[in-house]
């Protein structure tokens, strides 16, 4: 399917989305509490069938934190970027894809490790590869440790 | 002390950890297995003895410096994800890549494979009691090694590779060295097949274990030779061509067996493919130029960059989010061994644990690109 007619077929399903121009994929912006149905359409619809999540993760913005999810259909080989704005950042959460694809998993609990992003639905939400004591979320911004050194 | 109820569960099963030292996880793996007799229930992989959060040190390094903290990831294919880096950064500085450094990046690409899966098919024998094949499989990969030696200044941690091209050129001996290397490598392949594929306790060992459905490869994100093994077409070389692959001709190795003698023969087969990629290049390295231009401290526009590349163990990504400084504000690693991983504790459910190891092997695991 051609780009444009990709972005007719997610805003029918979504309204409320807002493409960025330019980029290397199709960058389609959404607020949080909307992605599990999104994502539950992306991937069944036949025309869609983004069967695939090459990747998901976190971007600390400071203001709000920002996850990112590169989608890929390998029966028609397009490929989509979400991004879904957090925007409470004192108790960051988001839905899980867990369900949807099975190696968000992995990659959710990679992200509460790091970001301390809670999600929703997830079977099994621990730190991945931290210690369970560990103070603070090293990936955010303000993350401070005794032991950092300015380089 | 550790009393009955401390690894025996209610229902009788007996759990014990394999690892974080062990030498079939090859590397510090720790996984906590649930066991009904030898029958393996669930199996849960616990991670992070490696972790140096790699993606928090390259938010205070330069756009040069970073690359070189990508050779730690997945260590056997240290040139390949340096290239993922570079690659992202062309992408945002759209510098053209000098013809020359194209050519050779693919050629060391390809011997990095090479070596990558020589050292497999050598531990995986190691790993099912074949003690042989290890050194069979060390001739091959010494001589890559060399060849990488003499001409990147290092034989694992390549670091050869800088935004827009190479550090310096090749030595002199490359082009003749690496067509000796693939002439003796494919000479000798047969003894490969010789030794494991056709050795009957081998195929018992390995044929319908660890099953992986084509549904359950997609949906755990699998990519690779894990992914082609179950008729997933995922080949980032064929898909999304970067550098030089798209003026080679090479087949993607696609099976649909799914057990672990499938990932077995994918693997042998890109080996082959490997050679005819280096043999279609070798003669014909252009002239010219090895790097392109770049300023000194490199600074990308703001926004998001990626890029891919297909390492020996599958799809490595590489996104860049930069805020127009000189250090990104963000590095995010799609690493191929993460994903991979994940379906382990799905595909040794109901194997004995003997078939744990042989699964294992065939996911070609290395543990500093999962913990990163």
Same mark, same amino acid.
């Given at each position: 399917?051609? $780009?444009?007619?990709?972005?007719?077929?997610?805003?029918?399903? #979504?309204?409320?989305?807002?493409?960025?121009?330019?980029?290397?994929?199709?960058?389609?912006?959404?607020?949080?509490?909307?992605?599990?149905?999104?994502?539950?359409?992306?991937?069944?619809?036949?025309?869609?069938?983004?069967?695939?999540?090459?990747?998901?993760?976190?971007?600390?913005?400071?203001?709000?934190?920002?996850?990112?999810?590169?989608?890929?259909?390998?029966?028609?080989? !397009?490929?989509?970027?979400?991004?879904?704005?957090?925007?409470?950042?004192?108790?960051?959460?988001?839905?899980?894809?867990?369900?949807?694809?099975?190696?968000?998993?992995?990659?959710?609990?990679?992200?509460?490790?790091?970001?301390?992003?809670?999600?929703?639905?997830?079977?099994?939400?621990?730190?991945?590869?931290?210690?369970?004591?560990?103070?603070?979320? @090293?990936?955010?911004?303000? %993350?401070?440790?005794?032991?950092?050194?300015?380089? | 002390?550790?009393?009955?109820?401390?690894?025996?569960?209610?229902?009788?099963?007996? /759990?014990?950890?394999?690892?974080?030292?062990?030498? =079939?996880? !090859?590397?510090?793996?720790?996984?906590?297995?649930?066991?009904?007799?030898?029958?393996?229930?669930?199996?849960?992989? !616990?991670?992070? %003895?490696? !972790?140096?959060?790699? #993606?928090?040190?390259?938010?205070?390094? =330069? %756009?040069?410096?970073?690359?070189?903290?990508?050779?730690?990831?997945?260590?056997?294919?240290?040139?390949?994800?340096?290239?993922?880096?570079?690659?992202?950064?062309?992408?945002?500085?759209?510098?053209? &890549? @000098?013809?020359?450094?194209?050519?050779?990046?693919?050629?060391?690409? #390809?011997?990095?494979?090479?070596?990558?899966?020589?050292?497999?098919?050598?531990?995986?024998?190691?790993?099912?009691?074949?003690?042989?094949?290890?050194?069979?499989?060390?001739?091959?990969?010494?001589?890559?090694?060399?060849?990488?030696?003499?001409?990147?200044?290092?034989?694992?941690?390549?670091?050869?590779?800088?935004?827009?091209?190479?550090?310096?050129?090749?030595?002199?001996?490359? *082009?003749?060295?690496?067509?000796?290397? &693939?002439?003796?490598?494919?000479?000798?392949?047969?003894?490969?097949?010789?030794?494991? =594929?056709?050795?009957? /306790?081998?195929?018992?060992?390995?044929?319908?274990? +660890?099953?992986?459905?084509?549904?359950?490869?997609?949906?755990? +994100?699998?990519?690779? $030779?894990?992914?082609?093994?179950?008729? *997933?077409?995922?080949?980032?070389?064929?898909?999304?061509?970067?550098?030089?692959?798209?003026? &080679?001709?090479?087949?993607?190795?696609?099976?649909?067996?799914?057990?672990?003698?499938?990932? %077995?023969?994918?693997?042998?087969?890109?080996?082959?493919?490997?050679?005819?990629?280096? #043999?279609?290049?070798?003669?014909?390295? @252009?002239?010219?130029?090895?790097?392109?231009?770049?300023?000194?401290?490199?600074?990308?526009?703001?926004?998001?960059?990626?890029?891919?590349?297909?390492?020996?163990?599958?799809?490595?990504?590489?996104?860049?989010?930069?805020?127009?400084? =000189?250090?990104?504000?963000? &590095?995010?690693?799609?690493?191929?061994?993460?994903?991979?991983?994940?379906?382990?504790?799905?595909?040794?459910?109901?194997?004995?644990?003997?078939?744990?190891?042989?699964?294992?092997?065939?996911?070609?695991?290395? /543990?500093?690109? *999962?913990?990163?």
């Amino acid at each position: 399917m051609e $780009a444009e007619a990709l972005k007719q077929e997610i805003l029918s399903i #979504e309204p409320s989305m807002v493409f960025e121009e330019g980029g290397q994929f199709i960058n389609g912006g959404i607020e949080s509490t909307v992605l599990s149905a999104l994502m539950k359409e992306l991937r069944d619809r036949p025309t869609l069938a983004f069967d695939y999540l090459v990747c998901l993760t976190c971007v600390d913005y400071k203001t709000h934190f920002t996850m990112f999810y590169q989608l890929r259909s390998l029966t028609h080989r !397009h490929e989509l970027v979400i991004k879904a704005k957090i925007s409470n950042i004192e108790h960051p959460a988001i839905d899980s894809v867990t369900s949807l694809w099975r190696t968000a998993d992995f990659h959710e609990r990679e992200v509460f490790d790091l970001f301390g992003v809670k999600f929703y639905g997830h079977p099994d939400l621990r730190r991945i590869f931290l210690d369970e004591n560990w103070p603070g979320f @090293p990936l955010r911004k303000n %993350y401070e440790d005794a032991n950092m050194i300015e380089l | 002390m550790l009393l009955d109820q401390d690894h025996i569960t209610e229902d009788g099963e007996f /759990i014990i950890n394999i690892g974080p030292q062990h030498p =079939s996880t !090859h590397g510090v793996l720790h996984l906590k297995v649930w066991l009904d007799g030898e029958t393996v229930k669930k199996c849960e992989p !616990h991670l992070g %003895y490696i !972790h140096r959060s790699i #993606e928090k040190m390259c938010e205070s390094l =330069s %756009y040069r410096q970073y690359i070189f903290t990508t050779s730690r990831m997945d260590y056997l294919s240290a040139h390949i994800n340096n290239q993922a880096c570079a690659l992202a950064v062309e992408q945002g500085l759209q510098v053209e &890549v @000098p013809e020359r450094a194209k050519v050779i990046r693919t050629i060391l690409a #390809e011997l990095t494979r090479l070596a990558s899966h020589a050292l497999w098919w050598g531990c995986m024998g190691l790993d099912l009691g074949a003690v042989t094949p290890f050194f069979y499989a060390f001739r091959e990969r010494e001589m890559i090694n060399d060849i990488m030696e003499e001409s990147c200044g290092a034989r694992l941690t390549q670091n050869f590779i800088v935004p827009g091209g190479l550090m310096m050129d090749v030595h002199p001996n490359f *082009v003749q060295k690496t067509k000796e290397l &693939v002439k003796l490598f494919r000479a000798n392949i047969h003894e490969y097949d010789e030794l494991l =594929s056709g050795n009957v /306790i081998f195929q018992q060992r390995t044929q319908g274990v +660890g099953p992986l459905s084509k549904a359950d490869a997609i949906s755990f +994100g699998t990519s690779g $030779a894990v992914a082609r093994a179950s008729g *997933v077409s995922c080949d980032v070389r064929k898909h999304y061509p970067y550098d030089a692959y798209d003026r &080679v001709q090479f087949k993607e190795i696609i099976s649909e067996g799914g057990d672990s003698w499938a990932r %077995y023969l994918v693997r042998i087969e890109e080996m082959k493919q490997s050679f005819d990629i280096i #043999e279609q290049l070798i003669d014909s390295i @252009p002239e010219g130029e090895i790097v392109g231009k770049t300023k000194a401290v490199i600074k990308l526009p703001k926004g998001e960059f990626y890029s891919r590349v297909e390492t020996a163990r599958g799809e490595l990504g590489v996104m860049l989010v930069s805020d127009g400084g =000189s250090t990104p504000y963000r &590095v995010k690693f799609r690493s191929p061994n993460f994903s991979n991983l994940s379906a382990l504790g799905h595909m040794v459910k109901g194997a004995k644990i003997g078939d744990l190891v042989a699964i294992m092997a065939t996911l070609d695991l290395v /543990i500093p690109d *999962v913990d990163r």
